[in-house]
């Protein structure tokens, strides 16, 4: 194995330990294959639910990451979209089988034979993932997408797992004009649903807890600021909302949720919390016909409509940069809750 095939990542060996800088292999090189030397890499909440194993038990030791931008170092001789020098960016998942019904109906991230997740995962070669908490990444081209010029790298980093989180339902579930979307948390995803919902026309309202963050929410085009500690400020809004993409659920809130939505409402869960759901009300939800939609990360083709959509629209993510070697010290600022609204580690 040469050193192009070792990467320098920061892991953690524990559940909720430090991360610890050391030498992880590399995927074997293919014709399909694609080297990055990475540039940054956003932090997102699934991160540190890994790092805990919050959900599941998490395969140590874990390098983690999967808002991955960089430059290009080579590629196999069937990539086509990329060449050496370009910057590309790599998102949650990095394999599937293109030969389900799935794949080949551009849901890859749908798999039949089950979503590879860039980190935190095995091939179905067997080998472990690891992400983008590192110098170098290398993967299967399918995964890997050019990052517009319009778009800085720590710009375009988070949209490839915060942003297209919100994206995709707002596009699979017809968000556009004449919709009503409220926003429950105005956060790493919430800031993200706010700006591609008003970029498809629809009004929006933030809800959150944070009086400071009424400013924010203006600045990133929000019609109106609900403070949740006000109901009056709410009912307002009572059976107007067409969608709610909720990034923070709270399972005693769950009729004040159907009452905010317009009959036929879609309520849309981007947060996958710790604890089951629970505390449904299934007679709110049938007076209404209201639909609870989930969503899991984004197919390629999405991922690379949100990129265009964001140079286009413009787009930013709000970011809180840390040079890579200060990734501690980074994790905990995202655990203390402290990003306005991202934070994206540099090498």
């Known amino acids: 194995m040469t050193s192009r095939d070792i990467r320098q990542g920061w892991a953690c060996y524990e559940k909720g330990g430090p991360l610890i800088k050391g030498e ?10 694609i080297d990055i030397d990475i540039d940054c890499c956003g932090i997102c909440g699934s991160d540190i639910h890994c790092i805990d194993s919050g ?3 998490s395969f140590y030791p874990m390098v983690a990451g999967h808002e991955i931008v960089g430059h290009v170092t080579r590629v196999g001789k069937n990539v086509k979209h990329l060449k050496v020098g370009d910057r590309a960016g790599v998102g949650c998942q990095c394999e599937s089988c293109h030969k389900c019904r799935n794949c080949l109906d551009k849901k890859e991230n749908l798999c039949e034979k089950g979503a590879v997740l860039s980190f935190n995962d095995h091939y179905y070669s067997g080998e472990k993932t690891y992400g983008g908490f590192a110098d170098k990444w290398r993967g299967e081209k399918e995964f890997v997408f050019k990052i517009p010029e319009e778009l800085s790298s720590v710009e375009a980093s988070s949209i490839l797992c915060g942003g297209i989180t919100t994206f995709a339902p707002l596009k699979r579930y017809g968000v556009g004009p004449g919709s009503k979307v409220a ?5 790493g995803l919430g ?11 629809a009004e929006v309202v933030a809800y959150d807890v944070v009086p400071d963050k009424a400013e924010d929410a ?9 403070l949740v500690q006000n109901p009056e400020e709410a009912k307002p809004h009572f059976n107007t909302f067409t969608h709610i993409v909720a990034t923070k659920i709270l399972n005693k809130n769950w009729d004040e949720y159907f009452t905010m939505l317009t009959k036929g409402g879609i309520f849309i ?6 604890v089951p759901l629970s505390g449904i009300n299934t007679f709110n939800m049938v007076g209404k016909q209201l639909t609870i939609a989930a969503t899991f990360i984004a197919p390629p083709s999405d991922i690379e409509e949100a990129l265009a959509l964001a140079a286009k629209k413009g787009i930013h993510t709000w970011a809180n940069e840390f040079k890579m070697d200060q990734i501690n010290d980074a994790i905990q600022f995202v655990r203390e809750g402290n990003p306005r609204y991202r934070a994206v580690l540099v090498n």
């Open 183 to 187: 926003v429950l948390g105005l956060g």
């Open 218 to 226: 203006k600045a990133l085009g929000c019609d109106n600021y609900v």
């Open 55 to 57: 959900w599941y038990d």
């Open 269 to 274: 869960v981007c947060d996958i919390p710790e």
């Open 191 to 201: 800031h993200f649903a706010t700006q591609f919902a008003k970029a498809m026309g």
């Open 24 to 33: 992880f292999p590399m995927i074997e090189f293919n014709d399909d294959s």
